[in-house]
């Protein structure tokens, strides 16, 4: 009898977790199908499926506006973002290592430097990066998204790397240290393995808040020929008089086939870098 009871709840979860998804993909799904819908179809129907099936938008969408084309801006895009987001690893990393694991002076005032700057709005902080940026000729170019990465400007991070590094014993670095490894060899060889689902977590949210920032580099990036797809998007509203939502559906729809790609393969290292806190020693 509770095992009955057991597998009716089981499947009223599943049933419900179902609807939830159904509900939260309508809008993807729906953008999707209006990639095949004329903009008769689109404002004057309700139904979901297309009248006809055809590709003409995803051709004619690809082309973008003048010369340059959709493949010159996912060129820009991962030129933009991958970079970043992997300088923003390797900082964090480091940065959370020397927090979590040595002793140096004013160490309690950097950290709460550290969280105060999670609290400093965006649009505090944009004029004096844009003239500090425009002093040393970023401006229309990438170093003003690989310069922070680098440096490690974004605190949210570090901080997240320190608390998982917390949850490591300090038996692994005293070990290393028996072995003969040194500080960076400890940190390379033994923290770094363990530390792989917190990093593809720090990973994953660069590369979709780099991907699907329009602000910054609507600010930084002038030239058409180096805007990324965000900026395209938007772009394609204003080329037509009478905008073809058929074409910006479709390239919509094509931008956001990387991120899910992405997200379906590290969900895995991302649930546990957020799940959990490290080893229990």
């Not at 990438?142 to 310069?147: A, D, E, I, L, N």
Request: hydrophobic share 50%; proline share 5%.
């Amino acid at each position: 009898m509770k095992h009955k009871n057991r597998n009716g709840r089981k499947t009223i979860d599943y049933l419900v977790i179902f609807l939830i998804g159904i509900v939260l993909l309508f809008p993807i799904i729906w953008m999707f199908s209006c990639t095949f819908k004329t903009n008769e179809e689109i404002f004057s129907s309700i139904r979901l499926l297309p009248e006809s099936f055809s590709f003409k938008y995803y051709i004619e969408g690809w082309k973008g506006n003048g010369k340059i084309t959709y493949t010159q801006f996912f060129l820009n895009t991962f030129l933009l973002v991958i970079p970043t987001t992997i300088l923003t690893v390797i900082s964090s990393a480091l940065v959370a290592y020397g927090f979590a694991r040595f002793e140096f002076p004013f160490k309690k005032l950097l950290m709460v430097l550290l969280l105060a700057m999670l609290m400093l709005p965006n649009a505090v902080v944009i004029i004096p990066r844009y003239t500090l940026y425009n002093k040393f000729g970023w401006i229309d170019t990438y170093m003003p998204f690989y310069g922070p990465a680098l440096l490690c400007c974004n605190s949210f991070f570090p901080y997240m790397l320190i608390q998982f590094l917390r949850g490591l014993p300090r038996e692994l670095d005293e070990s290393a240290y028996i072995d003969g490894c040194g500080t960076f060899q400890t940190l390379v060889r033994i923290l770094l393995p363990l530390m792989k689902p917190a990093l593809f977590s720090a990973g994953l949210f660069q590369f979709l808040w780099t991907y699907n920032d329009y602000f910054n580099s609507l600010i930084f990036i002038n030239s058409v020929r180096k805007y990324p797809i965000s900026l395209a998007l938007r772009m394609s509203l204003n080329s037509d008089s009478v905008i073809q939502w058929g074409k910006v559906m479709a390239m919509s729809s094509v931008a956001v086939l990387p991120v899910i790609v992405l997200f379906f393969a590290a969900q895995k290292y991302f649930v546990e870098g957020i799940a959990t806190s490290g080893l229990k020693g």
